[in-house]
């Protein structure tokens, strides 16, 4: 299939027309595919990419504005969503994994050092700081809110308990 065949395609598919969807579909779906799958290096993560691009692509592709471009803008659609997936299981592995410097903490704690007594001895308003944002679960533009100050005094506040509470576990 040329380029102009595809653009003429893109154009056919712009205007609503299923087999000319179809044709591109046939035409480049295998092909998407092994970049996707070049790209995660596993065959189920390029199949779940492949679907969403093919997806997207079928509610998007009325703004293609340049019909001889629709590789590329398939192949480039493929490449952000490999980046967003990647962006995704970054940010769940930083949830699931417990810092090496938390890991230690938790063992002095077990070992007889108790964190709930650590924290009473903060001053009052980095205890409740440190109590909103980690018991409570509240970010740190609500505690900004719940305790009416500034969202760079919270954080200042964490920042300074975090070193209170590390320095009186190590000692």
């Known amino acids: 299939m040329t380029q102009t065949?595809?653009?003429?395609?893109?154009?056919?598919?712009?205007?609503?027309?299923?087999?000319?969807?179809?044709?591109?579909?046939?035409?480049?779906?295998?092909?998407?595919?092994?970049?996707?799958?070049?790209?995660?290096?596993?065959?189920?993560?390029?199949?779940?990419?492949?679907?969403?691009?093919w997806s997207k692509v079928a509610k998007d592709i009325r703004v293609l504005l340049?019909?001889?471009?629709?590789?590329?803008?398939?192949?480039?659609?493929?490449?952000?969503?490999?980046?967003?997936?990647?962006?995704?299981?970054?940010?769940?592995?930083?949830?699931?994994?417990?810092?090496?410097?938390?890991?230690?903490?938790?063992?002095?704690?077990?070992?007889?050092?108790?964190l709930r007594s650590l924290i009473s001895r903060l001053p009052e308003v980095e205890r409740h700081t440190v109590y909103l944002f980690y018991l409570e679960e509240l970010t740190i533009g609500d505690i900004a809110a719940v305790l009416e100050t500034p969202v760079g005094t919270i954080k200042s506040r964490l920042h300074s308990a975090r070193k209170k509470l590390s320095d009186a576990a190590q000692n």
Do not use: M
């Open 5 to 53: 065949t595809t653009a003429l395609l893109v154009i056919e598919a712009q205007r609503g027309d299923k087999q000319a969807f179809d044709a591109l579909c046939e035409r480049y779906y295998l092909a998407s595919f092994r970049f996707a799958f070049k790209l995660s290096g596993c065959e189920q993560n390029a199949a779940d990419i492949t679907q969403d691009v």
């Open 66 to 114: 340049e019909p001889s471009a629709f590789k590329a803008w398939l192949f480039r659609a493929v490449y952000r969503r490999f980046i967003d997936l990647t962006r995704q299981h970054k940010k769940e592995l930083l949830v699931d994994t417990v810092p090496e410097q938390e890991v230690e903490q938790f063992k002095r704690v077990e070992a007889g050092l108790d």
